[in-house]
């Protein structure tokens, strides 16, 4: 596709459950971004992956929360044992290379809901 | 910490009148800033950018936005506002340095168009 997909758009556990949400960047793009986005709030910065690799996963919130890159394109972000307040969309982004001077190209996003 | 203020949670403009929607950011060194525009349903897309250079910068749509440091502030303006331009925006710096290129955004300002 010509732009960042994301499956599923929306997605409603049940608290104490585990997801995966899946983001598909743009063809030959290097880096990866989640970010995630609650009710009322900008998004706010989860993981960064540069290939393969996560080389920032300082935005991560606790344990239960990890996402994998493993063939440098799809990306997983993997939430276990949810929660309510994990409640949010959850947004991923890309662009040709790391750096601020590459843009970044945004998803449609996520829509978790925890009940 | 780096951080990005958005003052106006919600602004209401006529269609046709001018618009200005501020932000003032926090950080020590001459940052890299974004403008961002979110509407219903879609990805969030990138306005502008300032890394450096002339202050005031164009951008898609028609936007324009200007950098004062001495303010520590990069607004964004438009001069005519179109039924279409409403959604909500966010701004955005660049995380120190700017090597990964992990966003920190405002809380957002949403805009709403009169007829």
């Known amino acids: 596709g010509a732009g960042v997909s994301q499956t599923p758009s929306n997605k409603v556990t049940e608290k104490g459950k585990y997801v995966e949400l899946r983001c598909d960047p743009i063809?030959?793009?290097?880096?990866l971004y989640w970010y995630r986005q609650s009710l009322g709030q900008g998004p706010e910065f989860l993981i960064y992956?540069?290939?393969?690799?996560?080389?920032?996963d300082s935005g991560l919130p606790n344990d239960r929360f990890f996402a994998v890159r493993p063939e440098g394109s799809v990306s997983t972000l993997k939430i276990q044992r949810t929660e309510r307040g994990d409640s949010a969309v959850y947004l991923c982004?890309?662009?040709?290379?790391?750096?601020?001077?590459?843009?970044?190209?945004f998803g449609p996003g996520t829509r978790l809901t925890v009940l | 910490a780096q951080s990005v203020t958005q003052p106006d949670i919600h602004i209401t403009v006529s269609e046709g009148a001018s618009l200005e929607l501020r932000c003032n950011y926090s950080?020590?060194?001459?940052?890299?800033l974004f403008w961002y525009v979110q509407s219903p349903g879609q990805g969030l897309q990138l306005l502008l950018k300032?890394?450096?250079?002339?202050?005031l910068v164009q951008g898609i749509k028609g936007f324009e936005a200007e950098f004062k440091r001495s303010q520590s502030s990069f607004n964004l303006r438009k001069p005519s506002v179109h039924w279409s331009d409403a959604a909500e925006y966010f701004c955005?710096?660049?995380?120190?340095?700017?090597?990964?290129?992990?966003?920190?955004f405002g809380k957002g300002t949403k805009l709403s168009v009169k007829p």
């Open positions: 982004a890309s662009s040709l290379n790391q750096g601020a001077l590459n843009e970044q190209f």
């Open positions: 063809s030959g793009h290097t880096a």
């Open positions: 992956f540069q290939g393969t690799g996560a080389a920032d």
């Open positions: 950080y020590g060194a001459t940052p890299y």
């Open positions: 300032y890394f450096s250079g002339d202050t």
């Open positions: 955005a710096v660049v995380h120190y340095g700017g090597s990964q290129g992990n966003l920190i």
